[in-house]
């Protein structure tokens, strides 16, 4: 077995490494200095990972932690982020309705972008620290990666967060797969965003990193859809995490927007199930509320949740409405400005700051190909302080008006398989 020295200076000259070096690494990882593994990381950034070491690296993440064991209809989803995208926590409890199991590991927000476990911390109570024990005895639950649970990546992920290595198309597959193959899955859907809120901003590179997903996750014995998705555009018509919730419980009563259900449906039927019959009949939101007291939130929460929302869930104490500065129809809303925006106003986090406000949020009073009049309200942000000057000319701005008909597209732009 090579030293971390020789692994180094292999990558940094272009040649491939061996299942044995990622062994190295990935057991050794509390061990290596960081300054060795900030190194390897970069090497990988430079001169690339094949498509067997990626395999290769992404199989001695998983083994180096613990894993559940593998089982029929057990499924799950990943998504790239975005902002607006909710789906999992419609997803989840819809699938459970249908027969499968959900084991979804899930991640706070990062940059601009939402994260499924800060929204599900806006409801009082819930609980998304669950221990390995408590995962393996229950059918379906969102949590959050345990420390022994690829335990490299974790450690590789940091670092790379501080090494401007976060966009390796390897290093990606590497962390989003062994986290999931670590779920013990049958099955699993990816939705990867591509646009200008993603963090891929063209097609060619969201398509050429599904691929990689597909063909490792394939590798380590899952069968794998890959969806590329539009992310110029926010997703439904709530953002932030509180106002977020109130909208996946919209989904889940079959009263959620078309693009966000457009996703949720596709997301399904790719893991073999049919969820529309498990929504309408009112099973999935049954799902939902025992997932809800699974993960400690109390039966009273729950009844208001899902009648009442804003009865339990925080809410900024401001509102602001911005108004339409010409007439036509909305051919598109940036999603990134919304993102940004939002973060900025305390819905994300941003520098040190790791604290976020779970009320506050935006919500749109219209959709893409509506038509608008000059001085309508648009889009309404609840907030604890006023907006700047600033923002409101950036929220303007974000919204992209034409003189003629504008027709809605699919977010579905590819669909990858092995």
């Known amino acids: 077995m090579r030293t971390m020295p020789e692994i180094l200076a292999s990558k940094r000259d272009g040649e491939s490494l061996e299942a044995e070096d990622f062994k190295f690494i990935c057991t050794n990882i509390d061990q290596?200095?960081?300054?060795?593994?900030?190194?390897?990381?970069?090497a990988c950034q430079i001169n690339g990972l094949t498509s067997v070491e990626t395999s290769q690296l992404t199989q001695e993440m998983l083994n180096a932690g613990n894993r559940m064991q593998v089982a029929p209809s057990r499924v799950d989803k990943h998504s790239t982020g975005g902002v607006g995208?909710?789906?999992?926590?419609?997803?989840?409890?819809?699938?459970?309705?249908?027969?499968?199991?959900?084991?979804?590991?899930?991640?706070?927000g990062l940059a601009h972008t939402g994260g499924t476990i800060d929204k599900l911390e806006a409801i009082p109570g819930f609980n998304t620290g669950l221990s390995m024990a408590e995962m393996l005895t229950n059918p379906c639950f969102i949590s959050r990666q345990t420390e022994d649970i690829a335990p490299a990546d974790r450690i590789l992920y940091s670092?790379?967060?501080?090494?401007?290595?976060?966009?390796?198309?390897?290093?990606?597959?590497?962390?989003?797969?062994?986290?999931?193959?670590?779920?013990?899955?049958?099955?699993?859907?990816?939705?990867?965003?591509?646009?200008?809120?993603?963090?891929?901003?063209?097609?060619?590179d969201a398509v050429s990193l599904a691929k990689s997903m597909v063909k490792t996750g394939t590798d380590l014995g899952m069968e794998v859809t890959a969806q590329v998705t539009e992310m110029d555009n926010p997703i439904g018509l709530m953002f932030g995490n509180s106002h977020e919730i109130v909208e996946c419980i919209d989904c889940l009563t079959g009263r959620g927007p078309a693009d966000t259900?457009?996703?949720?449906?596709?997301?399904?039927?790719?893991?073999?199930?049919?969820?529309?019959?498990?929504?309408?009949?009112?099973?999935?939101?049954?799902?939902?509320?025992?997932?809800?007291?699974?993960?400690?939130?109390?039966?009273?929460?729950?009844?208001?949740?899902?009648?009442?929302?804003?009865?339990?869930l925080p809410k900024a104490n401001q509102s602001h409405e911005i108004m339409a500065t010409k007439s036509g129809w909305i051919a598109g809303i940036n999603a990134l400005t919304i993102g940004e925006v939002?973060?900025?106003?305390?819905?994300?986090?941003?520098?040190?700051?790791?604290?976020?406000?779970?009320?506050?949020?935006?919500?749109?009073?219209?959709?893409?190909?509506?038509?608008i009049i000059q001085g309508m309200p648009w889009i309404r942000f609840d907030v604890n302080n006023e907006l700047s000057t600033k923002q409101v000319q950036l929220i303007e701005n974000s919204l992209q008006i034409t003189e003629e008909v504008f027709e809605k597209q699919s977010r579905i732009l590819q669909v990858i398989t092995a």
């Open 261 to 312: 259900m457009e996703l949720v449906y596709s997301q399904a039927d790719a893991l073999g199930f049919d969820i529309r019959q498990s929504i309408s009949d009112g099973s999935a939101l049954e799902e939902f509320k025992k997932m809800c007291s699974r993960q400690g939130v109390a039966t009273e929460v729950i009844d208001n949740l899902v009648n009442e929302p804003w009865s339990v």
């Open 85 to 108: 995208d909710k789906m999992s926590i419609v997803l989840a409890p819809a699938l459970r309705a249908a027969g499968a199991t959900i084991p979804m590991l899930a991640g706070r």
């Open 159 to 204: 670092i790379r967060d501080i090494t401007a290595t976060v966009p390796q198309i390897g290093l990606i597959t590497a962390s989003i797969i062994s986290k999931k193959a670590a779920e013990g899955l049958e099955k699993l859907v990816l939705d990867v965003k591509c646009g200008n809120a993603a963090f891929m901003k063209n097609k060619e």
């Open 342 to 371: 939002l973060c900025n106003l305390g819905a994300g986090r941003t520098g040190d700051n790791n604290d976020i406000d779970h009320g506050i949020g935006a919500e749109l009073l219209v959709s893409q190909g509506q038509e």
């Open 32 to 42: 290596i200095p960081r300054e060795q593994l900030g190194a390897f990381l970069m």
